[in-house]
C-alpha cells in the first residue's frame, strides 16, 4: 500500500469529478505569492495552510493554520517551510480555499477479500468515529460496480433523504470510479460537506491509500508516496529504497530511533520472525530490515552499511531460514564487505554479530562468515541445526 | 497421497528465465524421486518455436516453447498446470490465458508485485470456473515424493536433507517463501515430513486461502496435521481459526503467527510482505490472529522457536495413536551428477586441459601479465613497452630495452595513406565498412612485400651473426638459398635520399653503447648491397629487426612490432575518412591498363 498526501489525493478526486476546494501546493513564499497574482481565489477566499508532509497531529505542532486572508497565509507558510519536526523538513506547504458549510457527512471505499465497500455516514468529522454504527455499507463482489439505485439506496439507509441522497449517491459514485480505476486500496472522505455558495458536496479532507503495485499503468502517477507511520522517511531509507527500486529481489530498511538490537535477516516471512524474538526477548529493536529474492550483492552491502551505522547498537542478527534461491555464498559476500567496511570507519566497536542461515551454497556462505572471526570481529555463525531465532535468545541472554 | 500437485501433475510454464530456473530445479526434484520431468512446455512468445535445455541428470532436455497457452495444450493435451513466472504487469493477461483453457485446473503465480486488484480478479476467475488460482507471490507448491512445482525446497541437498523424497504425514501452508523451506526442514527433522507443502505467497488477497487448502487436507487421508505459518494483516488466519473451530476435524492443526513485534512499532509501520498489515481496529494482529487459533483448539506455539518441540509432540502422539507409523528411508538415493567445476573442486576428476598459456591470467580480481598485476605495473612506472615485453617475451625489460621499443614504435605507427596497408583501410572505410573490419583489411596487406620483413630479416641476420658468417658469405648464402635479402633495399630511398627513420633509430641505439652485432652486421651488409645498387640500402624494416633481435626478442615476435605500431595509424585513417564522411571509391577507368581480349561473340553452347 502506498499512502498519497492530500495535493496528489485532492488531484486524484478532482479528476474523477469529485468536487475538491480549490488549492496549490507550494516550496516558498515566493511561489505562493506569484500564485495570489494568477489566482483570483487566493485574494478572494479564506484559506487554510498545512504542513505537506507525512506527519501525525499537524494540529497540535501548529502545522495546520485556518481561517486566514492571503497575507496571512503567506505568512503562516514563511513560517512552517523549513521547520523541523524530529527527523523531518517541512518542505512543502498546500493552502487550499476554507469552504463554509454547516453539514459534515461520510464516504469511503474500500478493497476487501471479496470486492470492494463503500461506506457512507450522515455524520462526519470527529462524530463518525465515535458512531460508527451510523457508517452504512454496501458490498460489492470483485469485478462489480454499484448501480445508482444501490447507492441511493445507500444512502437512504444511511439516512440521507430528498434531494441530499440522490447527490450523496452521485458522490459515492464518483469515488468508487476513482477508486477502482486509480488502483486505490482505500479511499476515505471525511468530511464530505455541503458547499454553501451552490449546495454542491465537497471533498474536504482526504485519505488516499493506492496499490503502488499498479504504477506500471498510471503514467499520471507523478508524485512521491509518502512514509505511512506518521514521520517522513529518513536519508538512510530513502537511499535503500532507491537501491531497492533497481534491483531484482529486494532490500528493505527502516529506522527505530533508540533500539540497540539491529537486525540484518533475509525474507520477508523470516525477518518479522526474527523482530517478535527480540521483543519477546525484552531487546529493543533498532531497525526494521529485510533482504530477500536473490539481490545482488552490492545491494545488500548497502543495506549492510546502513545497519551498521545505527547508533548505539549491540547486537546485528543476520538471520534467516532455509532459503530457496537465494545464493547464501553471494549475499553473504555483500554483507561481509558491509562489515568490513563499516570496521574500517570504525564502527561496530563493542558490536556483537550473530548468524544463522540455510539454502543454497550455505556451507560455502557460513565459512566465509566464520572466517570474519580472523579479523577481530566478534561474530558466532550456526547453521540450520540451530532453530530460527535461537540466535536472538542467544543474543539477548549475553550481557 | 497428497494435494494439488501429484504425480499426474504436467506442467506447462509461462515466462522466459525465470521460468527456465524454476524448471531446472523442477529437474532435480524429478531426478531425486526417479521420475521423467514434468514439464513439458514452455510459452514465452519471443522465443517460440524454439526449446529450453533443461538439464536432467547428466543429460540434456529439449522442452519446447510455444507462443500460446492454447499451442502449448493443443500438443501436450496431458497438461493441466501452468506455473506463471510473467512480469507484474503481464501477468494478468497470462493467468486468465492458464485459466481459460480447459486443460489447465490448477494456475500458480510466482510473480511479485501483481495489482492487488489483478490478483482478485483472477481468484475470482478461478472460483468460477472450479479452478485452483494460486499466488501471486507464491514461491512454490511441492509434494514430497512426488511433484515440484516451483523453486520450493530450495537446492538438491536441502531437498534430501528434508527428506522430500517420500512423503510424511504433515501439510503445510505459508504465505512467506522462505519459511516454507524452513517448515518443510522442521517437519523432517521433528517429525516424518511432509506431504505438500503450498506457499500461498504473502500478498493481501492470495487467490486460494487457507481454508480451500485446509479442506484439501482434511480430504486427503495421508495429511494427518497442517502447519500454518501466518502472519499479521487480513483475516486469512482468523478465517481458517474459524474453519477448524467449526466442527471436529480429521486434522491436527498446528500453527504460528507472525507480527507481535508491532506492539512496540511506531504504528501503521510496514513489513515484508504486502498482506502484513495490521488494520485500524487491531483486527489482523499478530495476537487477534493467535487468539483466535488458540480459541479453534488448534496448537499455538508461542514463539516460532517452539514450532518444531509442538510439531514433535503431534507426531509422538500421532504414533502412539497407530495413525502414522515410522517412515523407512530408501536404501540409495540419487545423486545430482556434480559439474565439471563441483567435481574438480572436490577432487574428484582430472581434466586434461584444452589449451595451455604461460603469459597472462585474468581469474583474480584483475588481469595479471606474468604474473604481475596491471595496476602494480602502473602504479609503478612501467609503461606499454614493458606490457609488451611481458607478454611478447615474458620478461621485465630495463628502462632502456623499453624506450628503444618506445622509439620503433612511434616510428612505424604510420606512412601516409598510399602504402598498401593504409590504402586498404582507407578503401574499406570509404565503402562504409566498421572499424575492426577496415583495420583488418590493411592488416591483411602486412606480408613479404609491405612491412611484412621484419621476422624474416631479423631471422637471417641473426642466423649470420650465429654462425659468425661474413657479408660475403651471407650474401652468397642468401642468394643461393633464399633470393634477396629481407630488410635490404627500398623503392623510393636510396643512399642519396636515405631514410631519416633508420637514421634516427642506428644514431639513437649506437649512443646507447650497448651491443648491436646484428645491427653492426646489418650495417655492414649495406655497405656491400648499396655499392651495388644504389636503392639497396637497410631498411626500415631490416634496421627494427636487427636492433629487436639485439635486445633478445624472439624471431617469431618480430612482425609484431610493426603490425602493433601500424594498428595506431590504420586505425587513424579510418577515424579520419569517417569524420570526412568520405564517400565510396571507385577507380577510374583511366587508371586501368585494359589489357583483357577486344568484345567479341559468345560461341554457342556445346
Known sequence: MAKVLEGPGMGLMKKWGINVPNYVVVTSVDELTKLGQANEWLKNSKLVAKAHEALGSRFKLGLVKV??????????????????????????????????????????????????????????GIEVESNWERVKRLCLDIGQAPSQESLEKLAKEAGFTG??????????????????????????????????????????????????????????????????????????????????????GSVKFIEIPGGDTAMLPAGGG?????????????????????????????????????????????????????????????????????????????????????????????????????????????????????????????????? | MSILANKDTRVVIQGGQAGVNAARRMAEFCYLIKRPLNVEAFVYPPDAGKTNEIPYGSGLIAIPIYKSITEATKHHPTLNTSLVYIGADRAMKGGMEALDDSHIKVVSMITEGVPEKDA???????????KVFNGPSSIGIISAGACRLGVIGGAFDNLVLSKLYR?????????????????????????????????????AYPGTDYVSYLEMFENDPQTKAVVIVGEMGGDLEER??????????????????????????????????????????????????????????????????????????????????????????????????????????ADEVMVAPLIRTTISDDRGDEPCYDGYPASELINKGYEIPHVIGLLWDKRLISKQEAEIIKRIMMLSADHGPC??????????????????????????????????AVTDAGRFFKYAVDNKMSVD??????????????????????????????????????????????????????????????????????????????????????????????????????????????????????????????????????
Not at chain 1, 514521520?231 to 537501491?243: G, K
Not at chain 2, 623510393?492 to 639513437?508: I, Q
Open chain 2, 167 to 203: 512423503e510424511g504425514s504433515f501439510g503445510v501452508i505459508t504465505k512467506s517463501g522462505g519459511l516454507s523451506n524452513e517448515i518443510i526442514w522442521i517437519c523432517s527433522q521433528f517429525a516424518d515430513g511432509i506431504t505438500t507443502a503450498i506457499g500461498i505467497g504473502g500478498d
Open chain 2, 120 to 130: 482478485k480478479v483472477l481468484g475470482a476467475h478461478a472460483r468460477k470456473l472450479g
Open chain 1, 67 to 124: 481561517d486566514l486572508d492571503f497575507k496571512a497565509a503567506e505568512a503562516a507558510t514563511k513560517e512552517m517551510i523549513g521547520r523541523q519536526v524530529g527527523s523531518i523538513t517541512v518542505t512543502q506547504v498546500i493552502v487550499s480555499e476554507m469552504i463554509a458549510h454547516t453539514e459534515e457527512y461520510y464516504c469511503a471505499v474500500k478493497s476487501t477479500r471479496e470486492g470492494s465497500e463503500v461506506l457512507v455516514a450522515n455524520c462526519g
Open chain 1, 270 to 399: 523470516a525477518s518479522v520472525y526474527y523482530s517478535d524474538a527480540v521483543v519477546a526477548r525484552g531487546g529493543k529493536l533498532a531497525n526494521y530490515a529485510e533482504y530477500s529474492g536473490d539481490p545482488p550483492d552490492w545491494a545488500v552491502e548497502v543495506l549492510t552499511e546502513k545497519v551498521c551505522s545505527l547508533p548505539g547498537i549491540k547486537n546485528i542478527i543476520v538471520g534467516g531460514a532455509i532459503a530457496n534461491f537465494t545464493d547464501v555464498k553471494k549475499t553473504f559476500g555483500g554483507i561481509i564487505n558491509g562489515f568490513r567496511k563499516a570496521k574500517s570507519e570504525g564502527k561496530l566497536r563493542n558490536v556483537k554479530i550473530w548468524v544463522r542461515r540455510g539454502g543454497p551454497r550455505e556451507k560455502e556462505g557460513l565459512d566465509a562468515m566464520r572466517a570474519l572471526k580472523d579479523e577481530g570481529f566478534d561474530i558466532n555463525v550456526f547453521d540450520r541445526n540451530t532453530p530460527l531465532t535461537d540466535i536472538v535468545d542467544k543474543a539477548l541472554q549475553v550481557k
Open chain 2, 419 to 452: 602504402v598498401s596497408g593504409a590504402y586498404a583501410t582507407i578503401l574499406a572505410a570509404c565503402a562504409g565498412i566498421g572499424l575492426s573490419q577496415s583495420v583488418a583489411a590493411g592488416m591483411i596487406m602486412i606480408g613479404p612485400r609491405f612491412g611484412g
Open chain 1, 163 to 248: 434531494p441530499l441522497a440522490k447527490k450523496m449517491a452521485a458522490f459515492a459514485g464518483k469515488m468508487f470510479a476513482c477508486f477502482d480505476s486509480e488502483d486505490a486500496q482505500y479511499l476515505e472522505v471525511n468530511p464530505v460537506v455541503v458547499r454553501a455558495a451552490d449546495e454542491e458536496l465537497v471533498a474536504l479532507d482526504a485519505v488516499t491509500l493506492l496499490d503502488g503495485d499498479a504504477k506500471f499503468r498510471h503514467p499520471d502517477w507523478n508524485f512521491a508516496f509518502a512514509a505511512e507511520f506518521g514521520r517522513a522517511y529518513s536519508r538512510q531509507e530513502l537511499e535503500v529504497m532507491a537501491v531497492d527500486s533497481k534491483i531484482k
Open chain 2, 473 to 606: 658469405e651471407f650474401l652468397a648464402y642468401m642468394k643461393k638459398n633464399h633470393g634477396p635479402v629481407p630488410g635490404i633495399g627500398h623503392r623510393v630511398k636510396s643512399l642519396r635520399n636515405p631514410d631519416k627513420r633508420v637514421k634516427e633509430l642506428v644514431g639513437y641505439v649506437k649512443s646507447l653503447k650497448i651491443k648491436t652485432p646484428c645491427l653492426d652486421f646489418a650495417l655492414e651488409v649495406e655497405k656491400v648491397t648499396s655499392v651495388k645498387k644504389d636503392n639497396l640500402i637497410l631498411n626500415v624494416d631490416g634496421t627494427m629487426a636487427a636492433v629487436l633481435v639485439d635486445i633478445g626478442f624472439p624471431v617469431d615476435s618480430l612482425n609484431g612490432f610493426f603490425i602493433l605500431s601500424r594498428t595506431i595509424g590504420l586505425i587513424g585513417h579510418w577515424v579520419d575518412q569517417k569524420r570526412q564522411d568520405s564517400r565510396l571509391i571507385r577507380l577510374f577507368d583511366y587508371l586501368v591498363n585494359y589489357a583483357a581480349p577486344k568484345r567479341r561473340e559468345v560461341p554457342p553452347l556445346k
Open chain 2, 240 to 345: 481458517a481459526a474459524e474453519w477448524y473451530g467449526a466442527k471436529k476435524r480429521r486434522v491436527k492443526l498446528i500453527a504460528v503467527v507472525s507480527g507481535f513485534c508491532q506492539e512496540s512499532l511506531p504504528k501503521g509501520m510496514k513489513f515484508g510482505h504486502a498482506g502484513a498489515k495490521e488494520g485500524m481496529k487491531g483486527e489482523g494482529s499478530a495476537r487477534s490472529k493467535s487468539d483466535a487459533l488458540k480459541k479453534s483448539g488448534a496448537l499455538v506455539p508461542p514463539t516460532f522457536g517452539a514450532l518444531g518441540p509442538a510439531i514433535k509432540e503431534t507426531y509422538q502422539d500421532l504414533l502412539k495413536s497407530g495413525q502414522v507409523k515410522e517412515p523407512v528411508e530408501p536404501a540409495t538415493l540419487p545423486k545430482l551428477p556434480k559439474t565439471i567445476e563441483e567435481a574438480m573442486k
